[in-house]
Structure formats: C-alpha cells, structure tokens
C-alpha cells in the first residue's frame, strides 16, 4: 500500500496506523473464534454480558455492538444453540426478550475476553506516561464519534450525570458523585454499571473542560 493514501498530515498518519491495529485485531479475533468454534461477533455478545453482568434485551446488545436487530437476533439464536445463553420474556415487558449467559457461556466469555491480551501487552511496555497520554486520547476519539453519531454511546464518566470534571486542582481532579470518588483521567470509565446519562447541557459542559484541561 502507498504509504501517502491516508495522506502524510498527522490526522492521516494516525489514521493508517489505527487501520493497521484493526487488521491485527480482526486477525488475532477470528484465530480465537476458529479455535472457540464461535465467530468473532458470537465472541463479542458473550463478553458484553459477562462485563454487564445482568441480562440484556435484544434491542440493547444490538446498540452496544452496533449490529442490526435481525442480526442480533440470529447471533443470539446461534449462541443459544450451543447452551451459551438462555433467552426469558423480560419480567417488566412480555413481549421482549432478554437474554443472559449460562454456565458455560460464562466460561466461554472468559475465555474470549482474553484474545486482546496481545493489544495489552504492548500498550503494558509503553511508559506509564505515555499510556495515560493515549488512554485519554482514546476517550476524545470515542466521544468524538459518538457526538458525530459513528460510534455507539457508551455507559462513560464523559457523559454521567454524576460526573464532575476538573473538580480539584490536583492529581486526581475529577470527582464521581455518586460513588464519592476521586478520579484521574486514567480512572475514567468506559462501560460503568451505575452509569446515568446528563442532559445535554451537563455533557456539553464536562466535555468543554475535559477538552481544555487534559
Ligand atoms: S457513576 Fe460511573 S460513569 Fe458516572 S461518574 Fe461515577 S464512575 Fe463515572
């Protein structure tokens, strides 16, 4: 591949590199599966109910994985054939369905948490620095698409109601109201379980100060 067709600025540099990270990832993803007898998307749906550690509706995990409902039906439907989730008329609505892991799904979700450890590895030998540097890197970008609506939302400190940014002048500046903590950048959740989302005017103004202060 020429090496300018991203461009040479910067934005088009990162952007190669991160196109690079996602060949390796789909790579190491499918070498997993094909040894799991899952694919890769199975995999994903297993770890997504073992990190929410509660059932989930159909209509959730497809907005978490960004895949269309019928898909997220069949998926599922192939996950419960193998005795990996269990499907239940949700308690509140009996006309959804939600879904949650057995036994075995959960050890089948352990293990396919594990294919990225060849990603934590290497960001595990960059300085410490440096891993804080592209944490909060990582969460601009994903706010960012999520603001331009290319990326699902996700359950994270950026855009909680409890969330107090820049709060103290100090290390760890950023405050969680509701689990009274203090927090660093390097703290920041992605995918909180007592997450609630804030109107837009409080999103808008966290963002504004993340924005200036990191
Ligand atoms: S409730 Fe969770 S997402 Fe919200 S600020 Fe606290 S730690 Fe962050």
Redesign the pocket.
């Known amino acids: 591949m020429s090496e300018d067709v991203y461009g040479v600025q910067t934005a088009g540099r990162v952007t190669h590199g991160l196109l690079r990270l996602g060949t390796a990832m789909r790579d190491h993803a499918w070498e997993w599966a094909e040894g799991a007898k899952l694919t890769p998307t199975q995999g994903e749906i297993l770890v997504l109910l073992m990190q929410r550690k509660a059932t989930m509706r159909l209509g959730e995990i497809a907005r978490e994985t960004a895949l269309t409902a019928p898909t997220t039906s069949d998926v599922v439907s192939r996950l419960e054939e193998k005795g990996l989730v269990e499907k239940r008329r949700a308690i509140d609505d009996g006309r959804a369905l939600s879904v949650r892991l057995t036994a075995r799904g959960r050890t089948a979700a352990k293990r396919a948490s594990q294919w990225p450890e060849f990603l934590a590895n290497a960001v595990g030998r960059l300085h410490a620095d440096e891993q804080a540097a592209f944490y909060r890197t990582l969460l601009k970008a994903i706010r960012q698409l999520e603001a331009n609506e290319q990326m699902p939302t996700h359950?994270?400190?950026l855009s909680?109601?409890?969330?107090e940014v820049s709060k103290y002048p100090k290390r760890s500046p950023h405050h969680?109201?509701?689990?009274q903590?203090s927090?660093a950048d390097t703290d920041?959740?992605l995918d909180?379980s007592?997450?609630?989302e804030a109107d837009v005017a409080t999103q808008k103004k966290s963002w504004k100060v993340f924005v200036q202060v990191t």
């Open positions: 359950s994270m400190c909680c109601a409890h969330f969680c109201a509701l689990l903590l927090m920041l959740r909180c007592v997450y609630e």
